[in-house]
């Protein structure tokens, strides 16, 4: 009996698609030293390939109709680990001995907390790779203009987003409704923006620039109790215009201004 896809728990699977698993293998760049953890591995199909190649393959399964299928094809691999559970509620960190990569075709329904939940375990995971909604892979990895949001501010606060390659809806079992898009977000080794300023001081210097965005960037970082006059001395010693709006802003800016911002308090 064939497995009946679940809308439910995001079931899209890369049923047959070796094209694609190939591509995947090949940008995700999977070596024999690495240690992957594999988020819904549905029936194997990119599972079986990671195998071939890494050292260790974890997987996180939520549903217990795939179990059995999943242990058939793979129990008798020893590099081959399963978890059953929700991989929000899953403790990842004890499943890594030193390091890993996310390599993943994600439940698109949790894309946000999947990569907020690997964010927070940056201490053990230095690469994800993962299939997204084609519009989310845009919009974390927008280098400039309107697509770029709080989103991609928050993933370039840790790493470098990257969009690999588009693929088409037709592709999965049963085709979602939209396309979806391969992305990697590599963690910075160094912390960079981290050691700079925490992460509660930039987030509230971004969500208030973001958060009208039809103002510029002095309209909406005065909401934070400055004058409009204190706000334009301090974009102005970073050579931006009093009407930038936020979308047009790089990191870099955002971690200058918030430094700025900070010693003027002090
Ligand atoms: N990797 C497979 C493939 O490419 O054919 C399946 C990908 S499918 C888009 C998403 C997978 O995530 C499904 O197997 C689904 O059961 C599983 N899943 C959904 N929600 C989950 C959760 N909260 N925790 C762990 N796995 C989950």
């Keep these: 009996m064939s497995f009946k896809h679940k809308k439910k728990y995001g079931q899209n699977f890369l049923t047959d698609q070796d094209e694609v698993l190939d591509k995947i293998m090949e940008v995700s760049g999977v070596t024999s030293e690495d240690h992957i953890i594999e988020i819904g591995p549905g029936e194997g199909a990119l ?12 997987c996180i399964e939520i549903d217990t109709d795939l179990e059995k299928i999943l242990r058939k094809k793979y129990s008798t691999n020893e590099k081959f680990n399963l978890v059953m559970g929700d991989v929000l509620e899953v403790d990842i960190n004890p499943l890594i001995e030193k390091k890993a990569k996310v390599v993943a075709n994600i439940p698109y329904y949790i894309t946000s907390p999947i990569i907020n939940k ?20 845009e919009r974390v990895c927008a280098d400039s203009g309107k697509e770029r949001s709080i989103l ?10 990257e969009y690999l390659f588009t693929i088409p809806k037709e592709f999965f079992t049963p085709a979602p409704k ?27 210097y971004v969500k208030a620039a973001f958060s009208n965005k039809r103002k510029n960037i002095v309209n909406n970082l005065a909401t934070l109790g400055y004058s409009k006059d204190e706000v334009r001395e301090v974009i102005e010693q970073l050579n931006i215009s009093g009407n930038e709006r936020a979308e047009n802003l790089t990191i870099e ?7 700025i911002f900070e010693k003027k308090k002090k």
């Design 152 to 161: 991609t501010l928050a993933v370039e606060y840790y790493g470098e987003a």
């Design 178 to 204: 939209v396309d979806s898009a391969f992305m990697s977000i590599k963690f910075y080794g160094d912390r960079r923006y981290e050691n700079r300023i925490s992460e509660e001081l930039f987030f509230k």
């Design 118 to 137: 690997i964010i927070d375990n940056r201490d053990k995971i230095d690469e994800m790779y993962v299939m997204v909604q084609k519009e989310v892979a």
């Design 47 to 58: 599972t079986g390939l990671l195998l071939q190649e890494a050292a260790k393959v974890t």
């Design 253 to 259: 800016e955002f971690i200058n201004l918030a430094e």
